[in-house]
């Protein structure tokens, strides 16, 4: 497994639905608000704590967008970092226990 | 326009059930003498079938999902409810008395991660706040379940709705809500009981004292702009809509019957009976109510407040026609600009009319 192996996983404090192909995310612990477009919908959805990050955007990001492979990694960090930053993502060098209630 | 009000405004357009509002019962613990409802239990839906209504709404992509009644915690399955709406990652906000919560509840509440808690409060004044509600140390109780709720840091809002017997408290239930550290919401609506008794719109307050409330700044905010006479309507106004109800809301009641609204009581199908998103895309009644425009109105097409008014499709319908005026909103509209209405206008008033007869909600018959 390589050093920098992230794993990220959905926080059980938020709320989110699609909407027409986007995801809509609220973290009810400070209301704050996220529309999210269809590729960074497709790497939430794949949040399941145990499948790295790096496997998420080769197997979902590239396989249904047209992206560059190492331009999408260092995107979907960025996007991974700031959603960390709102609580709304849980992001590990280890696989994640899904949070229960 | 913020980004919520651009995701409204696209579940609008694409017709996306966003928000509902969900009774879990109309029992109650209280007994507030202007509740319209009617606290008997004509067979509620169990926890297996609310949670199979959640799985369909999920579905068919709502979001924001309010949790009322009654009083929720009527139900002792309600956290079950909760747990389960929580687990589809709904935005949960819960509508209660807050009598029955204490430390345990509250906490099980922040766990649970809901979004706002919605609070009765009548009066700052103990014995006026427990006549209304005829419980006695109401007040009390759930004073100190908005302690336990904030201590868990969560989001509380206190509803205060306005009648005779409270009209002159709502500045120090405002002073009370900023001491608690709470948001403050007044709503001086009263609406008929289930079985159509108008008796309870005696506790409206005087259309005199709407203009008071209109014109504090600390409720409305900009009181010139909230005030400001009608501007004539352009054709994009008369080409809008009244309001999300049918549109992107509905409300579900307890027993699975499905309104446009919980103000709103045109029966438009059960889900006992059809599937959730069955009744929302093809109900003869939902698609009716979705299609009324502005100029499509009888009476307030023509009426200089149609582009500003607060009118209620719901309190219209109760007077009789979905399509004609709503008497609340014609006082609204009066008495926060002075200028008349065509409603009042066609009937010669120079005020409103105040007790108009309304119609209310109540269970659709199920055929066996």
Request: charged residues 20%.
């Amino acid at each position: 497994m390589p050093e920098n192996c992230i794993y990220i996983a959905r926080s059980s404090a938020i709320a989110a639905r699609a909407l027409a192909g986007e995801m809509m995310v609220m973290n009810s612990a400070d209301s704050t608000f996220f529309t999210l477009n269809e590729v960074a919908t497709t790497i939430f959805q794949a949040a399941d704590g145990h499948t790295p990050l790096r496997e998420i955007v080769r197997d979902r990001v590239c396989e249904q967008f047209d992206v560059d492979p190492e331009q999408a990694q260092a995107d979907a960090e960025q996007f991974v970092a700031e959603l960390s930053s709102h609580g709304i993502l849980l992001v590990s060098n280890q696989p994640l226990a899904a949070e229960t209630f | 326009m913020s980004l919520m009000s651009e995701v409204g405004q696209k579940a609008f357009n694409l017709g996306v059930p966003l928000a509902v509002h969900m009774d879990v019962t109309y029992r109650c613990n209280e007994r507030c003498v202007h509740c319209y409802l009617d606290h008997d239990d004509h067979g509620e839906m169990t926890t297996a079938e609310i949670k199979d209504v959640l799985d369909q709404m999920a579905e068919a992509g709502v979001f924001f999902l309010t949790f009322s009644g009654g009083e929720v915690f009527m139900r002792r399955d309600f956290f079950e409810i909760l747990e389960y709406a929580r687990r589809l990652m709904f935005n949960v906000k819960i509508k209660t008395n807050a009598a029955m919560i204490h430390e345990e509840e509250a906490r099980r509440i922040r766990e649970l991660g809901v979004d706002t808690i919605q609070i009765s409060v009548y009066s700052h004044r103990p014995e006026v706040h427990d006549a209304i509600t005829k419980l006695p140390h109401s007040f009390e109780r759930t004073i100190q379940a908005i302690r336990f709720l904030r201590q868990q840091g969560l989001r509380v809002t206190i509803a205060n709705v306005l009648m005779r017997g409270n009209s002159s408290d709502h500045l120090a239930v405002q002073e009370l809500a900023a001491e608690l550290g709470v948001q403050y919401s007044l709503d001086p609506t009263i609406t008929p009981m289930m079985d159509g008794d108008t008796s309870v719109l005696a506790l409206r307050i005087p259309g005199e004292e709407l203009t008071e409330v209109f014109h504090n700044p600390a409720l409305v905010g900009n009181q010139e702009e909230f005030c400001a006479p009608p501007k004539p309507p352009s054709e994009e106004d008369l080409e809008g809509y009244s309001c999300s109800a049918g549109h992107s809301f509905c409300y579900i009641s307890p027993y699975g019957d499905v309104f446009p609204c919980v103000q709103f009581p045109l029966p438009t199908g059960n889900i006992r009976q059809q599937k959730f998103l069955d009744i929302w895309s093809f109900s003869p009644q939902m698609n009716e109510v979705r299609s009324i425009q502005a100029k499509d109105l009888t009476v307030c097409s023509s009426c200089s407040h149609v582009s500003s008014c607060s009118r209620c499709p719901g309190l219209a319908y109760m007077e009789g026609s979905m399509r004609g005026p709503s008497t609340a909103d014609c006082e609204k509209s009066f008495y926060r600009t002075g200028v008349p209405t065509a409603n009042m206008l066609r009937q010669g008033l120079s005020k409103p009319r105040t007790t108009a007869s309304l119609i209310q909600i109540r269970p659709v018959a199920i055929p066996a």
